[in-house]
């Protein structure tokens, strides 16, 4: 591991607390960037793109929930630790959920900071790994969905025959999580264009700030500390296409410029006076009714009407419940692969469960439910233990244990004890139940003194 390559971003209003992590950083060997605010920080990631980020969880201004937000829609590769002398419990499980990589509770050693170095560089090397091997899966893996119902058949169909135009801009309408990006990848994939890049920008994640350097990107010397020029979407994605996730949480003035480049294809990078021209079809997303924000004064109508010549709506899950069933099935088979398991089904009693349910959060909450059964699951199908351990693990582990709002680090371990009696002791099923990596699992056993086999023998789950 060549450690220079990798750059950390301090997040503290306190001056002494931010000196003393560059001290320790810096000679470990890594590069170090300083900020003050939220806001600071945000502009930080356009200019340094950093791997790691140690943020204060208590900033003037955004919180450091705010800007964690903000990190993870910017990049979710970026290794962040919450670090604060305060905080509640609740703080913790929202970081831990958003994306944080651990907490580290003031004041820290300078011993706690150089493990927590080293284990966020082994993460993001093992996510560099995972990523390559991602890069070598075909296009039909890629795109994969499936298909039952009549109402899906349709719309599959009409996807790909809008697909055989390659400028048509096409709306795609849907509640989270019910595959608009599959569908936006169908139509590009089946379309002339499907020799060049397919690129997602959600429109609701990123910061006003960083929207438009995201979009078309900046030149040097475009705002204090932009020392190199970068290219933005529209620029990365010629000759192929460009999905606006969330089109509806566009700001106003995001809008307008949206406008001039559906208009003549052409654009200015922040900072630059040179107009820049591109060839790229525009697909755009939501879970919103335009037309009603239209009226509130809130989406342009004319923006409206150039993303809407081909609209598609994608029905909810409890719209076509028909195709409950084979997605299910199919995700059994995708997660048997990922975590080398050989489930061969449900048993009958699971299969009128996930039949009956709403599946609020549609085709991707039915996902993140079958791969946790299969992880949990022992046998060669999927039971009725399985599934109901999966549906609110939070809730149940408070069940089993008292927390204390005062105590992050015995709630932490608490809820890593929690995890493994869950998973009978497997430390990968548990790293899975918690979202995080095996590795970062080991690290927090050790640190929290946690042994498996002691705790196997004095508590038992009913």
């Avoid at 899966?137 to 697909?163: H, Q, T, Y």
Wanted: net charge positive; with cysteine; aromatic share 8%.
């Amino acid at each position: 591991m060549n450690q220079n390559k990798y750059t950390v971003l301090v997040v503290d209003d306190e001056l002494s607390v931010r000196n003393a992590l560059k001290r320790i950083i810096d000679k470990i060997g890594f590069n170090t960037i300083l900020a003050d605010s939220g806001e600071s920080a945000l502009d930080s990631l356009r200019i340094h793109n950093p791997n790691i980020v140690y943020l204060d969880l208590r900033l003037p201004g955004m919180n450091g929930l705010e800007v964690l937000k903000g990190i993870k829609a910017f990049d979710p590769d970026i290794v962040v630790f919450l670090i604060s002398a305060y905080g509640t419990f609740k703080d913790v499980v929202e970081a831990i959920q958003t994306g944080a990589f651990d907490y580290i509770q003031k004041p820290f050693s300078s011993e706690s900071i150089k493990i927590s170095l080293l284990k966020a560089a082994e993460a993001i090397r093992s996510k560099r790994e995972v990523r390559q091997l991602q890069y070598k899966s075909n296009r039909g893996d890629r795109i994969s969905f499936r298909a039952k119902s009549a109402e899906m058949c349709k719309i599959l169909e009409l996807a790909k025959d809008v697909a055989k135009s390659s400028d048509t801009s096409i709306l795609i309408q849907g509640e989270t999580g019910v595959g608009k990006e599959i569908v936006a990848q169908i139509i590009h994939y089946y379309s002339p264009r499907c020799k060049g890049p397919f690129l997602c920008l959600n429109c609701g994640a990123f910061p006003k700030e960083l929207l438009e350097s995201e979009l078309f990107g900046y030149n040097k010397g475009a705002f204090t500390g932009a020392d190199k020029s970068k290219p933005g979407l529209f620029e990365l994605a010629d000759d192929g296409t460009l999905l606006l996730d969330e089109i509806g949480d566009l700001s106003l003035e995001g809008q307008v410029k949206l406008l001039r480049v559906l208009e003549n294809g052409t654009f200015f990078r922040v900072g630059g006076t040179a107009q820049k021209h591109c060839d790229v079809r525009i697909l755009a997303s939501t879970n919103r009714d335009l037309e009603q924000e239209i009226k509130k004064g809130n989406f342009r109508e004319d923006l409206y009407y150039r993303l809407n010549v081909v609209k598609i709506r994608v029905p909810p899950l409890r719209e076509r419940k028909s195709d409950i069933i084979p997605l299910a099935e199919y995700f059994i088979v995708e997660f048997n692969k990922k975590l080398n398991k050989n489930i061969k089904g449900f048993a009958p009693e699971v299969l009128e469960l996930i039949s009956q349910q709403e599946w609020k959060g549609n085709v991707r909450e039915l996902r993140n439910a079958i791969e946790r059964a299969v992880l949990l699951e022992n046998r060669d199908i999927i039971t009725m233990d399985s599934i109901s351990i999966t549906n609110n693990f939070l809730y149940t582990a408070q069940s089993q244990f008292h927390f204390d709002s005062m105590n992050l680090h015995d709630n932490i371990r608490k809820l890593i004890q929690r995890a493994l009696l869950m998973a009978s002791g497997n430390q990968i099923k548990a790293a899975q139940i918690l979202g995080i990596a095996r590795g970062t699992l080991r690290y927090k056993l050790k640190k929290y003194h946690i042994e498996c086999d002691s705790l196997l023998n004095e508590v038992k789950i009913d």
